[in-house]
């Protein structure tokens, strides 16, 4: 399920789009708030409406799989080469990674051309993978932040590989040598604090203008807190623009990384759990693989289920104890996986079981599946609630702000990035939009 845009949206429509949501999530709320180890001891089925479980029941994992994932036309020729990204720059990326560098990277050119920036500065770097495809592929200035040097020494070795493969390719196509030399990546060590300015940030590059830089930041999935330091980060003179695009929300600090706008701040039933924040970062795209696939392991979440039915009637204060897992789980009959993960929480894994009670949970497999998809499919709304907030928060300082769609959700389940300026662009935010040939 994509995130939702809010393009062409009005400032007005936009507030009314955060109650709407808030409004749909708590309707939602008790299939976001559950665990689906509680499937039977909560009865978790039953919790939904009766238009909703026929619409569910009898339906495949294949099926299911439909609903949340299809392939992106770039992966159809080869699932694990992205076709519009050429092959140094695909070199130890994976499929996911490979698009989001590929379109995060020609929106921020595209972004630093409309803005007149001078430099990007890339928070939370890596690898240095985004940071590689937008000076090396697209000659943009680019200084690199990452907090671990293991993370940096690695991109350094990356961006020394990655040279001395295009340097190969121009001896071979002289014809295709570009005029001004190749410039890598500026990496710097440093951990940014979400509650403190950090300088570093704003520091110009060697070679920047008499005039100081024109600073354009972005962070490709800055975790949890990072991302609200990127965005206090704007308010900066130095900063003229940015594009973020975030994930981990279950490390958002609270309070202070949710909510950021006063708007949502108000709005009866805004604070999320953490259970909802988690829920929002799972890939929709590796678990309707497994759908598709019909994968042996999706049993488990029954035979899990079915475990904490059984703890719960020897030890009813024994709420969802972790268990170690279970080797080859799919492999084994329920009443063995049970009986293992009796032992596993200090239960005697010789406890009377109901044969018939343990049948009758596992003809529910599909529908335990069918709960878990289900959750999958509206988490979205509560990572659009979250970016919304940021969104306005950005609006209500007096500058400018969209969410663009620039990923295709079915690949990448973050596909909305924060495009924030300092001076109105107009029709220009639909030239972001727009993907390269």
């Not at 972790?322 to 080859?328: C, E, K, N, T």
Request: charged share 20%; net charge neutral.
């Amino acid at each position: 399920m994509p995130g939702v845009s809010v393009r062409g949206l009005s400032y007005e429509a936009r507030r009314q789009l955060a109650v709407n949501l808030t409004r749909v999530l708590s309707l939602c709320r008790p299939v976001l708030d559950a665990y689906i180890i509680e499937y039977f001891t909560d009865d978790l089925w039953g919790t939904l409406p009766c238009s909703w479980q026929e619409a569910l029941d009898g339906l495949t994992p294949p099926q299911l799989a439909t609903l949340l994932l299809e392939t992106p036309s770039e992966f159809l020729e080869n699932p694990s080469q992205s076709s519009r990204l050429t092959a140094p720059f695909r070199k130890h990326v994976r499929p996911k990674k490979q698009h989001e560098i590929r379109r995060l990277g020609e929106l921020v050119k595209k972004l630093s051309d409309v803005t007149a920036c001078t430099q990007v500065v890339d928070v939370g770097s890596g690898q240095g993978h985004l940071s590689r495809f937008m000076s090396l592929g697209l000659g943009l200035k680019v200084k690199s932040i990452e907090g671990d040097q293991r993370l940096v020494g690695r991109a350094q070795h990356l961006d020394r590989e990655l040279l001395q493969t295009l340097e190969k390719e121009d001896r071979r196509n002289p014809q295709g040598v570009q005029a001004s030399p190749r410039r890598s990546p500026h990496h710097v060590v440093r951990w940014v604090d979400p509650t403190a300015l950090c300088e570093e940030l704003l520091l110009p590059l060697e070679d920047a203008p008499c005039s100081g830089a024109r600073v354009l930041l972005t962070g490709l999935h800055a975790c949890g807190d990072l991302s609200v330091a990127l965005l206090r980060h704007f308010s900066c003179p130095e900063v003229a623009a940015l594009a973020l695009v975030g994930c981990c929300y279950m490390k958002l600090s609270d309070p202070g990384g949710y909510p950021l706008s006063q708007w949502v701040a108000a709005l009866p039933g805004c604070q999320l759990s953490y259970r909802l924040r988690e829920g929002a970062c799972h890939a929709l795209e590796e678990y309707a693989e497994r759908l598709r696939d019909q994968a042996p392991g999706l049993r488990t979440h029954c035979y899990r289920a079915a475990l904490e039915m059984a703890i719960r009637v020897a030890r009813p204060e024994l709420r969802r104890p972790g268990v170690q897992g279970i080797p080859r789980a799919h492999e084994v009959k329920i009443e063995q996986y049970v009986r293992c993960g009796l032992q596993r929480v200090g239960l005697d894994p010789q406890l009377p079981l109901d044969a018939a009670v343990l049948r009758a949970q596992q003809a529910q497999e599909n529908r335990v599946v069918a709960f878990f998809s289900l959750a999958l499919l509206l988490a979205p709304l509560v990572e659009t609630l979250i970016l919304l907030d940021r969104l306005l928060y950005i609006q209500e300082q007096g500058f400018h702000a969209e969410l663009l769609p620039i990923f295709s959700p079915e690949l990448s389940p973050r596909n909305l990035v924060l495009v924030a300026t300092k001076q109105p662009l107009g029709q220009a935010f639909s030239v972001l939009e727009t993907e390269d040939g």
